[in-house]
């Protein structure tokens, strides 16, 4: 329940979208971290390995590259992203859940977190990465791009001046007494 909606509004279907699809994005961007810190090179073996085979036939053929040696090269830049996503997660789980509390501050940390989230959901989809980690990337891209319009719809501002109005309201009664 909302602070805005105990005071007789009620509550917004696109901010209530809107932060759904805000926890969305943000839960698969803290599993896609969690996924790389917690099974680390067993997670990325499968996909370098495929990549030798394909893309990189040439390479792995000469013996000048194997596929522990990029494994472990790729680790290193894996589990930096996988900070990132965690901290991009973190936000975006807290922002998202203070939009569905209607506060308009969390709409525009949303909105910058999320242009963020998309940018390195971008930027994984396009390297070699285990099939499950681009499915989350796929979730979070989707996600936040949808939340970047829905929380802005006019439906979403009523409710954020509706809250507005009522924590003025509250404020002006209780200085009145």
Request: charged fraction near 15%.
């Amino acid at each position: 329940m909302s602070s805005y909606s105990s005071a007789g509004a009620r509550r917004s279907r696109t901010l209530t979208v809107g932060g759904g699809l805000g926890l969305l994005g943000a839960l698969s961007g803290l599993l896609w971290g969690a996924m790389v810190l917690v099974q680390g090179e067993g997670l990325l073996r499968p996909a370098v390995q495929e990549y030798l085979q394909t893309e990189a036939r040439d390479l792995a053929s000469s013996g000048l590259l194997t596929a522990d040696d990029l494994t472990k090269i790729a680790m290193a830049s894996f589990t930096a992203r996988a900070a990132i996503w965690l901290v991009i997660g973190l936000v975006t789980l807290v922002s998202a859940a203070m939009v569905l509390a209607a506060h308009n501050w969390a709409r525009v940390v949303l909105t910058v977190f999320a242009v963020f989230g998309i940018g390195l959901g971008l930027r994984d989809l396009i390297d070699v990465n285990p099939a499950l980690l681009n499915a989350f990337d796929t979730i979070a891209v989707l996600s936040l791009l949808a939340v970047l319009v829905v929380q802005w719809l006019p439906g979403a501002n009523r409710a954020v001046r509706a809250r507005k109005n009522a924590v003025l309201s509250r404020k002006a009664a209780a200085f009145a007494v």
